[in-house]
């Protein structure tokens, strides 16, 4: 069974709008979430990180908000440019074993 | 970029055969991992090590074994690779940031096809 769910495989936003991402997770054990962002024939490059304990991170364009009742994290990027379409990933650390999600692309238009 | 590189980039081999991808880093993280990366399966855990001679197995670690003799390098093999064994393999390594937060940095990648 998949612990972290991508459940939407593409999103497709316009250049200066918002564009979110959304991860289900289901073990109540892990300690942090991770996004990550993956070009094509390149390893993922780590974004952001969140700690179970707190609800909110932002770090310039990206915030992760974690909502631990509904087991569910989300990115968001603010505002999206054109480079920033790649596959991300979601992932969840439990003490430094980490379990990822299936991956959403997005793809931000001009 | 994280000192993370990984040999070789790309690998023909045939059933049956075995097969040691190396992942080598410099940036002296207590862990390492082996992934791989399938369609629709996002990144799947093989192996992890927490430090020297420390290893523990993943979600998908049949098939697969690994070692860890220095910190800098760890090391998959594919005792006898079969065909299902096709993917792309990443390395990574983590340890806590200057924030006290986990970062996890991936390596190239390895395209391994099993003919």
């Known amino acids: 069974d998949q612990q972290v769910k991508q459940n939407s495989p593409s999103l497709s936003v316009q250049e200066g709008r918002i564009s979110i991402l959304n991860c289900d997770y289901t073990?109540?054990?892990?300690?942090?979430f991770l996004w990550y962002k993956k070009y094509p024939a390149e390893g993922p490059t780590f974004l952001i990180s969140?700690?179970?304990?707190?609800d909110k991170n932002e770090d310039g364009r990206f915030t992760v908000f974690l909502n631990k009742s509904a087991k569910h994290l989300s990115l968001h990027i603010v505002p999206s440019q054109p480079g920033d379409s790649a596959v991300y990933f979601c992932a969840a650390s439990d003490f430094n074993k980490f379990y990822f999600g299936s991956g959403t692309k997005l793809n931000v238009k001009p | 970029d994280a000192g993370i590189t990984q040999s070789p980039r790309h690998k023909v081999t045939e059933t049956g055969t075995p097969v040691t991808l190396r992942c080598h880093q410099t940036?002296?993280?207590?862990?390492m991992y082996w992934y791989r990366q399938d369609p629709g399966h996002g990144l799947r855990l093989i192996h992890y090590?927490?430090?020297?001679?420390?290893?523990d197995k993943g979600e998908v670690s049949d098939g697969y074994s690994v070692s860890r003799s220095k910190t800098e390098d760890f090391l998959l093999t594919l005792e006898s690779a079969t065909s299902s064994q096709t993917s792309v393999y990443f390395c990574?390594?983590?340890?806590?940031?200057?924030?006290?937060?986990?970062?996890?940095?991936f390596g190239p990648g390895t395209r391994l096809t099993v003919t």
């Open positions: 940036e002296n993280h207590r862990y």
């Open positions: 990574a390594i983590s340890d806590t940031g200057t924030s006290g937060a986990y970062e996890q940095y």
């Open positions: 090590s927490y430090g020297v001679k420390d290893t």
């Open positions: 969140i700690s179970s304990i707190k």
């Open positions: 073990n109540s054990m892990f300690d942090y």
